[in-house]
């Protein structure tokens, strides 16, 4: 069965730092493209960062490019993202998703974010507070 599982959530005061981890199951991250998105209430789906199968390739969307760092160990079947100089615009739900290993490159060709439309596993989500 696959499966997507994050944490790392949690409450923290603007300015300060989070990682979220995303432990994956049932596949290889070896064979797949993972994405970090998030959700606001009453917000759309928004994506901030994706990262090839091995590594090579990373995007961030502008609005956390700098900021937060997406990262995998493919050994531990994990994906992480470092969340840095959080402000009150990072608040959400934020989610891991795989999907097929081609799928960064028209993120890369487009250089618009991730389409959520193109990845086939999801994970239950985290929630992120930035207090101010």
């Known amino acids: 069965e696959v499966q997507l599982v994050e944490s790392g959530g949690g409450l923290v005061q603007a300015g300060g730092s989070l990682r979220l981890s995303c432990a994956a199951s049932g596949f290889s991250l070896d064979d797949y493209a993972i994405g970090w998105f998030r959700q606001a209430p009453g917000k759309e789906r928004e994506g901030g960062s994706c990262i090839s199968p091995v590594g090579r390739d990373t995007y961030y969307a502008d609005s956390v490019k700098g900021r937060f760092t997406i990262s995998t160990d493919n050994a531990k079947s994990t994906a992480y993202l470092q969340m840095n100089s959080l402000n009150p615009e990072d608040p959400a739900v934020y989610y891991c998703?795989?999907?097929?290993?081609?799928?960064?490159?028209?993120?890369?060709?487009?250089?618009?974010?991730?389409?959520?439309?193109?990845?086939?596993?999801w994970g239950q989500g985290t929630q992120v507070t930035v207090s101010s």
């Open positions: 998703a795989a999907g097929p290993f081609g799928i960064i490159d028209i993120t890369l060709a487009t250089m618009t974010e991730p389409d959520a439309a193109l990845y086939n596993y």
